[in-house]
């Protein structure tokens, strides 16, 4: 088996380790690799080896190939069998077409025009009052701050009830927020799939303009989604929903603090925002990796890949390809072409891209009304994670503007 532009006798670091992100200087890490090669293979002992894509144009390669690199068999590292086995074919995030399409668009179809009307509303009023509240002048927590936003979005885009936001917005911070405590995590997440159980039987009896009762009127192949089903892609809409915007908002105000004439250029110029949205997006790329299964041998690049291996596609790696992006740890809001795939590629782009856009410009046009400039209040802390690119703390002081 070729081993592509991988020195013989080398062995790659192993990817699948969070440490290598919260303690590490991950961005120097993957240009690192990328020298040794764009297609790197990680051997472990205690878990499944996988291959490891590190290029722009390889990761699109994988991302776009839906017939030979499938999701259905889990779309993270170390996903756990069982789970993903059940979830499989029924959650949109591990299912491969032409089922994934019909759920795709089930889902879709509760984005209508007067729907569409009322999350822009909730995003601009919660937006408002989230950056209101944080400039004043005292340190904040920039993850705290931002956390808001997109779960009261996705709450509303469900049909969760406003009374019960509040509730949801501690549960999901719990579940993805809890510094590793995994028996937290796991509680909050046994609580949220219980709400949604709730909630289901609420829109079976009292359906909205929303996704859950989108799912509870319709069906694949004329067969209706069960409540199991309904509720497993409710949770992996909020998560997939949440942490990418958040992470994005968060990592993006970093961004601008450490790259200030950026701000000022933003500031200056507000037509901007579309190009720096983008940009934020590549700059940030929350998600690290995806994963595929290959169901056949093939090749990515000149590596032979054998049927049944996994393939980690390294979003954050493939955005820094200075082969692509030129002086690629630069952030730059005018940056044209930014053909990035922070929210993946092919039949598994991002379903709420427009929306995640949406919040992030909203949030910093509210930021840009009422902030002359923001500073770090103390040393931002990464989470310990190998799938989201983020920050668990990261205090801040937001300046007050004109507005």
């Known amino acids: 088996m070729s081993m592509g532009t991988q020195e013989p006798g080398w062995k790659a670091p192993d990817l699948s380790d969070p440490l290598l992100y919260s303690e590490g200087d991950a961005t120097a890490l993957w240009a690192e690799l990328r020298n040794h090669g764009p297609v790197l293979r990680t051997e472990r002992a205690a878990a499944e080896d996988f291959w490891s894509v590190l290029s722009h144009p390889l990761a699109n390669a994988v991302l776009r190939d839906g017939e030979t690199f499938v999701s259905s068999r889990g779309m993270r590292l170390d996903s756990p069998p069982a789970p993903t ?205 995806v994963m595929r299964t290959a169901v056949r041998d093939t090749v990515i690049g000149d590596t032979d890949i054998a049927s049944g291996d996994k393939v980690a596609v390294w979003l954050p790696a493939a955005n820094r390809d200075a082969a692509v992006f030129a002086h690629p740890d630069r952030f730059d809001i005018g940056r044209e072409p930014n053909r990035h795939v922070a929210l993946s590629a092919g039949t598994h782009f991002c379903l709420g891209a427009s929306l995640a856009a949406t919040e992030i410009t909203v949030f910093f046009e509210e930021l840009m009304k009422r902030v002359d400039r923001a500073e770090l209040a103390g040393e931002p802390r990464r989470l310990r994670s190998n799938f989201i690119w983020g920050f668990e703390t990261a205090p801040v002081t937001l300046r007050g503007g004109t507005a």
């Open 85 to 289: 086995a059940q979830a499989a074919g029924s959650v949109l995030i591990v299912s491969d077409p032409p089922r994934h399409g019909s759920i795709r668009r089930v889902i879709g179809s509760a984005f209508t025009p007067r729907t569409v009307r009322r999350l822009e509303s909730t995003i601009r009023r919660t937006a408002s009052s989230i950056v209101e509240r944080a400039v004043t002048g005292r340190d904040c927590d920039a993850v705290q701050m931002a956390a808001r936003l997109p779960v009261s979005v996705i709450c509303d885009m469900l049909g969760v009830p406003r009374q019960d936001w509040e509730h949801l917005l501690e549960l999901s911070m719990r579940a993805m927020g809890s510094g590793g405590d995994r028996a937290v995590e796991i509680e909050a997440n046994s609580e949220i799939l219980a709400y949604y159980e709730h909630l289901v039987k609420l829109r079976r009896k009292d359906p909205g303009d929303d996704v859950v009762s989108a799912l509870v009127n319709g069906s694949v192949d004329g067969v209706p989604f069960s409540d199991e089903e309904i509720v497993l892609n409710c949770n992996a809409l909020l998560s997939a929903g949440n942490e990418t915007t958040r992470h994005s908002m968060v990592s993006g105000l970093l961004a601008f603090i450490s790259f200030p004439d950026q701000w000022e250029r933003l500031r200056a110029a507000p037509e901007l925002m579309p190009a720096a949205v983008q940009e934020i997006l590549r700059f940030t790329s929350p998600v690290m990796h």
